[in-house]
């Protein structure tokens, strides 16, 4: 008996992902159709991204800095935003760093640090469990250990005051304006990688407070923030002691700040 080979209606399937909000529904259309092996298989994936489910949950996966970074269901999407950080945090690191990324979630930062960087050490940390299980994932080729726990807490004490560089993608949305974001964000990743206080600097303050003490000196944190926040965020790391300056990429719309302690 002859199977008929599986071809999908593209047409289609652009149409019904349009419809439901997709804005680039042809690439989508794509990806998901490279993903199905059956018609069925197909209509599953489509019926869970058209109920709006994040693409990247849907496919498992998320492109960043060309690396496809596995992505659990409830987990922080990486953002292309993001890799501005990981071009700030490369400019400033020099050979041999000892390098922590905070609030790591799916790995992809520490993932693109692995791969354009030649770290002494590296490690990664997140207090959220789902996101430490799929980091794991992630870096587990490159033996690079997930901790689990709130910022610096549960890094080797002998690391305090040797780190060449802190990286850390902390939640900076205020909590007011978590309710504005896009449905994908708001329904399907957790509020803990999303919400950052009152004014969105909460957990930024603590991560700046706890690089004076765990930088070496000479080393830098490199942070993600939005530009409203600027001058207060350049108050908070110059208060301790932290040397800030500002990177901003208008073509993808992102702005990092890079702190530096001094020797």
Request: one cysteine or more; hydrophobic letters at 50%; glycine letters at 8%.
């Amino acid at each position: 008996m002859t199977v008929d080979p599986f071809r999908p209606d593209r047409p289609a399937l652009v149409h019904r992902l349009r419809a439901a909000g997709c804005v680039y529904a042809e690439d989508e259309a794509e990806l998901l159709i490279a993903a199905a092996d059956s018609a069925d298989a197909l209509a599953g994936l489509v019926e869970r991204r058209v109920a709006g489910l994040p693409l990247e949950h849907v496919l498992g996966w998320a492109e960043f800095c060309g690396e496809r970074i596995a992505v659990d269901p409830g987990v922080f999407v990486p953002r292309a935003r993001t890799a501005l950080l990981v071009d700030a945090a490369v400019a400033v690191t020099g050979p041999a760093a000892a390098v922590v990324d905070l609030c790591c979630g799916s790995g992809a930062t520490t993932v693109a640090l692995a791969r354009r960087l030649a770290p002494r050490w590296l490690a990664a940390a997140d207090v959220d469990p789902a996101a430490v299980a799929c980091a794991r994932r992630n870096l587990g080729p490159l033996a690079v250990p997930v901790f689990e726990g709130d910022l610096y807490d549960p890094l080797p004490v002998r690391w305090r005051g040797r780190l060449d560089l802190v990286l850390a993608n902390a939640p900076y949305v205020p909590t007011a304006a978590v309710a504005l974001m896009p449905t994908e964000a708001r329904l399907y990743e957790a509020p803990v990688a999303l919400d950052g206080g009152p004014d969105g600097l909460a957990v930024l303050r603590r991560v700046a407070e706890g690089a004076a003490r765990w930088l070496a000196p000479g080393g830098h944190l490199v942070v993600e923030a939005g530009e409203t926040q600027l001058d207060a965020l350049r108050a908070v790391l110059t208060a301790v002691g932290l040397h800030p300056t500002v990177t901003r990429d208008d073509d993808r719309d992102a702005t990092a700040v890079t702190a530096r302690r001094p020797a």
